[in-house]
């Protein structure tokens, strides 16, 4: 960026995600408007080729997403930015990405579906599909922002993960999220912390492209360093190869699985407010979670123990956070702008006599916190 931004900057979500993308070290973004994701991809228009990146708007979000990985192979940090009917058309490059391990940035900014569905009203109801929306068994990492501020700073967070494990990672935003502006304070460059993949060590003769560190995540060469690196989307040996090897196949998947695993300290993340002597806990995220700092709030003024739980990691499901609040707890509510999504996943961990009650809505409107708060004190 041309100016340093360390005063505090009257912005819209979309364009945190664009400054937190910049600042994080994005060179490379492909993609094609769509609402409400379309600012992402025209202040990256102006922004890429000040500081020596490319910008590329393509034909459709597929070639967008084909784009993405190339460029990373390429050794760029790339992403790309889209909602519900391009994020369906990534799906099948996105199990490419997962399956090469290449590492970059999808931004769904989520509307009402599905197909064409409601283009600018906020919905939540790509959850599941972000998580399990392409084929087969895959790592990836699911991220969602609920301010202007977690556009900037999660954004950030996005590409650090993607970089170190080798893993797409995705960054759920909504269309109120997208369009909110916050006056908020973007960090110094020297204050951010920016993680880069792990280049090979040994010379290219000696380079195995899918042999796996000690956290089973392996070095990554850009293509035409020098370092041989065999690509393909069949599951395939240490040096890309494709295999038919039992063995090999089982091993393959298992570090896919484990790189994620061992990561979970670093990968799952969440905010809690008022959960020491809470009794009844809200579990929210994305914009809803906003409205519900403020029912909890309301609530306590009203007697009833609440405190909330805002989950930025969607998956790897946070259990280990979620099922202790969930034992302390005698209810717990999760309010979403879909049918249940995640509550299905709170549901799964709960091992206790929680109650767990659902709040959705799916026309549409945005749930306001006094939706929230009449649920919560019949709770």
């Known amino acids: 960026m041309s100016e340093e931004p360390t005063k505090r900057q009257l912005l819209q979500g979309n364009e945190a995600i664009v400054h ?19 600012e992402i991809g025209e202040l990256l228009s102006v922004l890429l080729p000040l500081a020596g990146g490319t910008f ?45 391990e290449t590492p ?6 989520m509307r009402g579906g599905p197909s064409t569905g409601l283009p600018t009203n ?62 908020v304070r973007l960090p110094a460059t020297k204050e951010i912390k920016v993680i880069d993949r792990i280049r090979p060590s040994v010379p290219p003769d000696w380079y195995k492209p899918y042999e796996g560190d000690s956290r089973g995540v392996p070095p990554m060469a850009a293509l035409g360093d020098g370092h041989r690196h065999h690509i393909t989307g069949l599951i395939h040996d240490e040096h890309g190869f494709p295999t038919q090897n039992p063995k090999e196949i089982e091993s393959f998947h298992k570090r896919l699985t484990s790189k994620i695993t061992k990561g979970f300290p670093d990968i799952q993340m969440s905010r809690g407010f008022f959960l020491d002597d809470a009794e009844v806990l809200v579990i929210a995220y994305g914009a809803v979670a906003r409205s519900a700092l403020r029912a909890v709030e309301d609530a306590r003024q009203h007697g009833v123990k609440a405190g909330l739980l805002q989950l ?9 956070t979620v099922a202790p609040l969930l034992k302390q707890c005698r209810a717990a509510l999760v309010p979403e702008m879909n049918m249940g999504q995640i509550s299905r996943e709170v549901q799964r961990v709960n091992q206790s006599d929680c109650r767990v009650a659902k709040h959705n809505r799916i026309d549409g409107k945005f749930i306001t916190p006094l939706e929230i708060f009449k649920h919560l004190i019949k709770l």
């Open 56 to 100: 590329i708007q393509m034909e459709d979000e597929i070639a967008g997403m084909g784009a993405v990985i190339g460029a990373s192979l390429a050794g760029l940090k790339s992403m790309t930015a889209t909602s519900g009917p391009g994020f369906s058309l990534i799906q099948e490059n996105l199990g490419f990405a997962c399956v090469t």
């Open 312 to 320: 930025i990691t969607l998956f790897p499901f946070p259990r280990g």
């Open 20 to 38: 937190g993308a910049m600042a994080v070290g994005c060179r490379f973004f492909a993609g094609y408007p769509i609402t409400p994701a379309s």
């Open 104 to 109: 970059c940035v999808v931004v769904n900014v």
């Open 122 to 183: 906020p919905a939540q109801g790509d959850v599941q599909m972000a998580r399990w929306g392409t084929h087969g068994d895959h790592p990836i990492v699911v991220l969602a922002v609920s301010s202007v501020e977690d556009c900037f700073s999660i954004t950030v967070k996005a590409f650090n993960i993607s970089e170190k494990y080798r893993v797409p990672v995705i960054i759920l935003s909504d269309e109120v999220v997208a369009h909110t502006r916050e006056c």
